[in-house]
């Protein structure tokens, strides 16, 4: 019996022996998250990986990592609140030679880029008597898309926006969609007799429309004057033009869109422009995601550049955070010199109900 003690002393003098001695680069850490974007409040996965790459296992290792401070954490989870986030220790035993797979589930509700960081890793001899810190400083980041803006007076508006562009393509005749003639037949209106055929003809004959090509509209996102204290109105704004490019899409109508706005850890674009359409809104959300209470150009600049690049008979949609007299001059300009129909959505008269 006093020689089996006497072995495990000695053993444990050994094991201790070398665990002072370990190399801290022989214990490894991946971090990783489950995906890159997420919907607000939805749950996503943050691993941290150990790898004990030593044969003498590690009794006591915890991973120190940094959190959002908006991020979600299970009710007996212990934190430490600091000004970079929320502190958290997650603690665990690795054997020799294995890996130890450490998950969180977290959610975050508020539109934005957020950044998970792996600090660094303790871990204690064979006996526990000393720890061992080593930083890592990994980071991953996630995007937070903007939730859906739930308004009746906005879901009535572009209702009745939608229709009118429709309507336009049967009632208002564009030449440039005239596709040939046929014969009048007598129940075709008057405005659609093409008098020079019917002259050559010696017959009445009608024009002919391609009514297949897809109806278009931009959508401009104005964030010049919203404040860093007023982030809460870009996140409205964000929400709406989410809402507004969804229901184009819905309806068929292929959406482009524009916003001076700064977008987070990204491009340095003056504007900022993609398309959205059936099935390819991933760009539009992430870009909604990221941006940031700060403009690069005035809206005047905004609107002249989607007048540029949209399609002849493209309509406009401009979301405007307040009224300001500079902003309603140039989107007066806008509907002078495009000759197109333009919807406001002022965000100051839709925040009671949306609230």
Not at 18 to 38: C, F, M, Q, W
Not at 250 to 266: D, E, H, I, K, P
């Amino acid at each position: 019996m006093l020689a089996l003690v006497l072995v495990v002393i000695v053993l444990g003098v050994i094991l201790e022996t070398i665990s002072l001695h370990r190399d801290p680069a022989k214990v490894g850490l991946e971090y990783d998250i489950s995906t890159r974007n997420t919907e607000p409040g939805e749950a996503f996965e943050v691993q941290a990986t150990i790898t004990n790459q030593s044969r003498i296992p590690i009794s006591y290792l915890a991973v120190n990592e940094i959190y959002p401070q908006v991020a979600m954490l299970p009710e007996d989870m212990k934190f430490q609140a600091r000004y970079d986030g929320t502190y958290i220790k997650k603690i665990c035993r690795v054997s020799g030679r294995k890996r130890k797979k450490l998950i969180l589930e977290t959610r975050i509700t508020k539109r934005g880029v957020y950044l998970f960081k792996g600090e660094s890793i303790e871990f204690g001899d064979f006996l526990g008597f000393r720890e061992i810190l080593r930083r890592v400083s990994l980071l991953q980041e996630i995007v937070v898309y903007p939730g859906r803006l739930a308004c009746s007076q906005l879901t009535d508006a572009l209702g009745g926006f939608c229709g009118d562009i429709a309507a336009r393509r049967f009632l208002i005749r564009d030449p440039i969609l005239t596709i040939g003639s046929r014969e009048y037949t007598g129940r075709e209106p008057m405005k659609d007799i093409h008098w020079m055929q019917s002259a050559h003809r010696g017959e009445l004959m009608v024009r002919e429309y391609d009514y297949t090509r897809q109806l278009s509209a931009c959508v401009i996102l104005n964030a010049d004057g919203i404040t860093v204290s007023r982030e809460d109105q870009l996140d409205s704004c964000c929400a709406a033009a989410r809402t507004i490019c969804e229901t184009l899409v819905g309806t068929g109508v292929s959406v482009f869109f524009y916003t001076n706005a700064r977008l987070r850890r990204t491009s340095n674009e003056e504007i900022w422009k993609c398309e959205v359409s059936a099935g390819r809104t991933g760009d539009l959300l992430e870009g909604l995601g990221r941006m940031m209470c700060s403009s690069r150009r005035p809206l005047r600049h905004v609107l002249e550049y989607a007048h540029r690049e949209s399609d002849f008979d493209a309509a406009f949609i401009v979301i405007l955070p307040a009224t300001e007299s500079n902003d309603m001059e140039a989107v007066q300009r806008l509907k002078r010199d495009s000759g197109r129909e333009v919807l406001l959505i002022h965000m100051e008269e839709l925040e009671g109900e949306a609230a």
